[in-house]
C-alpha cells in the first residue's frame, strides 16, 4: 500500500486530509475548496486535500472550482479509485473529513475508525452519543470553523487519544461474532 500511495504523487511536507465521497452536490467537497481557500489566502501552506469518488454529475464542476481558485497545489480530485488504492489512501493520510448534508450511514465513518484516523464529520448529523465522542465535529455553514479545527491534526496527543477510542469503538459494534449473530437473528426474523 506504501508503493501505491506514492504513485498518487501527494506532497510530503503537508498533512493529507482524504474525503472519500461521490461527487454529489450535497456531499459538499465546495466546503472543503472554500477551507483550503481560506488556508492559502492566510499562508498557512501545509494543508492538501484529496477527494475520490463516482462522477454523480459534480465531478466536472469541483475540478473547475479547484483550477478557478488556483488551488491544484492543496487539492488533488480524483476519479472512483481501486479498492487496494482506498485502503493505501486510509493507510497513509493523516485524517477524514465528512462535510456532508446527507447520512448519517456512511462507511468513511467506520473505515477511519478501523484506519485509526481522526474524523472530521457535519456537525448536528449525528445522534448517537458514543459515535461522537469518537470524532470531531465542524460546522458544515462555516469553512472557517473546519480551519480551526484543522489544528488538532499536529497534536499527536490527542490524535492517538481519539483514534486508540473511536477503533475501540469500531471494535465493539463491528465484531465479527456480532455480524453473525444479527445476520442470524435477521434470519430468524424473516423465517
Known amino acids: 500500500y506504501k508503493k501505491i500511495f506514492q504513485d498518487f504523487n501527494l506532497p510530503k511536507n503537508k498533512k493529507i486530509i482524504f474525503y472519500p465521497a461521490a461527487y ?30 463516482t462522477d454523480k ?21 480524483l476519479p472512483l479509485i481501486s479498492d487496494d488504492e482506498l485502503v493505501s489512501l486510509y493507510e497513509n493520510t493523516d485524517a477524514v473529513v465528512m462535510p456532508t448534508y446527507g447520512g448519517p450511514t456512511n462507511f468513511p465513518i467506520y473505515e477511519s475508525f478501523f484506519f485509526k484516523k481522526p474524523l472530521f464529520y457535519t456537525k448536528n448529523l449525528l445522534k448517537d452519543k458514543e459515535i ?60
Open 57 to 77: 454529475g459534480n465531478y466536472e464542476y469541483i475540478k473547475k472550482l479547484v483550477n478557478l481558485k488556483k488551488l491544484n497545489e492543496f487539492v488533488k480530485v
Open 132 to 191: 461522537l465522542e469518537n470524532l470531531i465535529e465542524i460546522d458544515t455553514s462555516d469553512p472557517e470553523d473546519f480551519c480551526k479545527k484543522l489544528e488538532i491534526i499536529f497534536d499527536d496527543q490527542k490524535v492517538s487519544n481519539i483514534v486508540e477510542n473511536a477503533y475501540d469503538y469500531y471494535k465493539k459494534v463491528c465484531d465479527e461474532e456480532i455480524f453473525k449473530k444479527n445476520y442470524k437473528n435477521m434470519l430468524d426474523e424473516f423465517e
Open 24 to 53: 454529489w452536490p450535497h456531499k459538499n467537497h465546495k466546503y472543503i475548496i472554500d477551507t483550503a481557500n481560506i488556508l492559502l489566502d492566510r499562508n498557512i501552506l501545509n494543508f492538501y486535500f484529496v477527494f475520490s469518488g
